[in-house]
């Protein structure tokens, strides 16, 4: 009775005390005091002493019933010791014992909470493995059915989470609402937004009306394909029903309109939802706006962010994020310092994702001077930028005609032993390929070079414009080793006709003697590298083991 009580008020320290008191007594432990001491530990979330208590038993020669292994695997799970409640499941199973629905739903939520998603999954099979082959145990219900399908869901295994939901109705386990939302959301992900939508029909066929929740993950999946003409049938559908569309299913009818840039019928449904009474929220107004940027049209979108604050729907990040995407889209970086100022009037925070999509605005429409207004904001805020998100802003310098400040940039980042690493190598390559094209060869160079030094190869169409001035420039020494440095980069630059043409012309001017270029194309027709590799035989080629200055 005095462990009862301590099971019941959570005292774990009680009960573990009055096991010491019955020992010192004399008084051998029973099962049920045993039970409950382990309860008040599994009510406390006490996995530690649990398993003490446990291991005691079992040293004490009293073999664990099934409710002792219950209640440890509660405490293990309590106590977020789930690697032991799966090892006590396994040795329950092995010992022919039958665990109970509650203890192997327990451990699953556990897992699925931590994102083991697959142990959680892997458990379910066994229990149905467990129930259909060997006969021994009960078999899962809809809610361990369910979880296991989210689980499979995280993990991106929709097929997975469909394979389950189908075992579920052959074991005629009776499906219940949450079991089919969940249902259709992985048919859909699965399958696409018509096989959901049949979903829908099979659920009125038992007898289960499907209600705004049901609608609402069907037209999430439309969402996700941007399936809209679909997502609006379904709308009218759920009014010809009877059920009351809320925010969330508007939300994604809108969603799917503007991904298709179905502008005019969004603004429609923002309208209808306002008679109705429904207040749109921060991801409906957000969605709308994405849908203005991807038509380049940031009029609007600012627009209808006046309207958003008018409605007295509070913008978050994500809104200020369409909104900058929308500038960089339109390249109108002339409303980037606007946006930044609201977002802190606003209380929301500049981030590196603001950083980075306001200077590849700037970039875009080559303004460096608001380039630079950015970085001066972000780094005013405690946002100091990244490797990438200077290398933005030597493209935004370079556009701007500003070549040698670029260089100067890329030559500092390269060289941080920090940004140099991070850089994002298209947009070193991006720069590189800029400074060739603005004529200025000696900064490509350098930082073609320096990306070299970090382990990032330039692409072959900036090595082909650096060619080309270097040939033009008549820095035919200076061109022979960029040739080289391709092919140690591992680009076979004779398989391009004209890195070729350029290459044989080259070797033309430097020994005035077609014979040589003869010489030189038989050489690299028969091996990968070069001639003047060591161990190569001497083609004949002046400049060719003895060095560039016999030919100047």
């Not at 219900?141 to 499979?152: K, P």
Request: charged letters at 20%; one cysteine or more; aromatic letters at 6%.
């Amino acid at each position: 009775s005095l462990m009862k009580g301590y099971a019941i008020a959570k005292d774990w320290a009680g009960a573990l005390a009055c096991l010491e008191d019955m020992t010192e007594a004399g008084i051998p432990h029973n099962m049920v005091v045993c039970v409950l001491a382990l309860d008040a530990c599994a009510n406390a979330g006490r996995a530690r002493e649990a398993l003490e208590v446990f291991n005691s038993m079992v040293g004490a020669g009293l073999r664990p019933s099934l409710a002792a292994h219950n209640a440890v695997i509660s405490a293990c799970v309590s106590g977020d010791q789930l690697l032991s409640a799966q090892l006590i499941l396994r040795h329950m199973r092995e010992a022919g014992l039958v665990p109970a629905r509650q203890a192997v739903m327990s451990v699953m939520l556990g897992l699925h909470r931590r994102g083991q998603h697959a142990q959680a999954v892997a458990l379910l099979k066994e229990a149905v493995e467990a129930y259909t082959r060997r006969h021994k145990g009960v078999c899962p219900d809809v809610a361990m059915f369910t979880l296991a399908m989210r689980a499979a869901l995280a993990m991106g295994e929709p097929e997975e989470a469909v394979e389950l939901s189908n075992t579920c109705l052959r074991l005629g386990v009776p499906p219940d609402e949450v079991f089919y939302t969940t249902r259709i959301k992985a048919v859909g992900a699965a399958q696409g937004s018509l096989r959901a939508l049949a979903v829908l029909d099979r659920m009125r066929s038992k007898g289960i009306p499907p209600n705004v929740v049901h609608y609402g993950a069907a037209l999430s999946v439309c969402q996700a394909e941007g399936a809209a003409d679909e997502a609006l049938q379904l709308l009218r559908r759920m009014e010809v029903e009877g059920v009351a569309p809320n925010v969330f299913c508007y939300t994604s009818v809108i969603a799917c309109q503007c991904k298709g840039t179905k502008l005019d019928a969004a603004e429609e449904l923002l309208a209808e939802m306002l008679r109705q009474g429904v207040k749109p929220n921060s991801v409906t107004m957000t969605a709308l706006l994405y849908g203005y940027a991807r038509a380049r049209d940031v009029e609007q979108a600012l627009g209808t962010y006046k309207r958003m604050c008018s409605m007295g729907v509070e913008p978050t990040e994500y809104t200020f994020r369409a909104l900058l995407t929308s500038c960089v889209n339109a390249k109108a970086p002339e409303h980037v310092q606007g946006i930044l100022q609201e977002m802190g009037l606003r209380g929301q925070p500049l981030t590196q994702r603001s950083l980075r999509t306001a200077l590849y605005a700037c970039r875009l429409a080559g303004d460096a001077q608001r380039a630079r207004g950015v970085l001066r904001e972000h780094a005013n805020a405690g946002v100091a930028p990244s490797g990438t998100d200077l290398a933005l802003f030597a493209l935004a310098l370079v556009a701007a005609g500003e070549p040698g400040a670029a260089a100067g940039v890329m030559r500092r980042v390269l060289r941080h032993p920090d940004r140099g690493a991070e850089v994002d190598t298209e947009v070193c390559d991006a720069v590189a390929l800029r400074l060739c094209e603005a004529g200025e060869w000696r900064d490509a160079l350098t930082v073609v070079y320096l990306m070299r030094a970090r382990g990032k190869a330039a692409s072959v169409v900036v090595y082909t414009q650096l060619v080309t001035l270097l040939e033009r420039a008549r820095e035919y020494r200076t061109v022979l080793v960029v040739y080289e440095t391709m092919r140690l980069d591992g680009y076979q630059f004779y398989a391009s006709p004209i890195l070729n043409a350029l290459f044989k012309r080259i070797v033309r001017i430097l020994t005035g003697n077609d014979e040589a270029v003869k010489q030189t194309e038989l050489a690299l027709n028969s091996t990968v590298g070069l001639p003047w590799e060591d161990g190569d035989d001497d083609p004949g080629v002046p400049w060719i083991g003895g060095g560039l200055n016999a030919t100047g």
